[in-house]
């Protein structure tokens, strides 16, 4: 029924840019609010972003500055816009959603978020 599809993972090199993008189908889009995981070997996964459904948005001190998550409500798909990237970027990267209204204080939660993507790989090179 729900789908969220990843698609943009591969290989950059250190200080590089690339691109995530994640495309929802079976829901009504801007009912949800929005947000990127990312889980590298043997860590526990971690949010990265957060968008509500009018386009507010909230990073991780790790990512702030360099990442931008958007949201195009026509097309129904999701964005991760990375810049700059660093070794420590290297991860599966998820998209997930919620039908509520805001990011809140909740959002780093795994738990919160209802529907997942099947993940889409960065590999970040020296």
């Known amino acids: 029924q729900v789908q969220l599809v990843e698609s943009g993972g591969g290989l950059v090199q250190a200080g590089g840019s690339l691109r995530l993008s994640c495309t929802a189908s079976?829901?009504?889009?801007?009912?949800?609010?929005m947000g990127w995981f990312r889980q590298a070997p043997g860590k526990e996964r971690e949010g990265v972003s957060c968008v509500n459904r009018s386009g507010g948005s909230v990073y991780a001190d790790s990512v702030k500055g360099r990442f931008t998550i958007s949201r195009d409500n026509t097309k129904n798909t999701l964005y991760l816009q990375m810049n700059s990237l660093k070794v420590e970027d290297t991860a599966m990267y998820f998209c997930?959603?919620?039908?509520?209204?805001?990011?809140?204080?909740?959002?780093?939660?795994?738990?919160?978020?209802?529907?997942w993507g099947q993940g889409t790989q960065l590999t970040v090179s020296s």
């Open positions: 997930a959603a919620v039908r509520r209204p805001d990011c809140s204080v909740f959002w780093r939660n795994v738990g919160t978020f209802a529907y």
């Open positions: 079976g829901l009504t889009f801007d009912d949800y609010t």
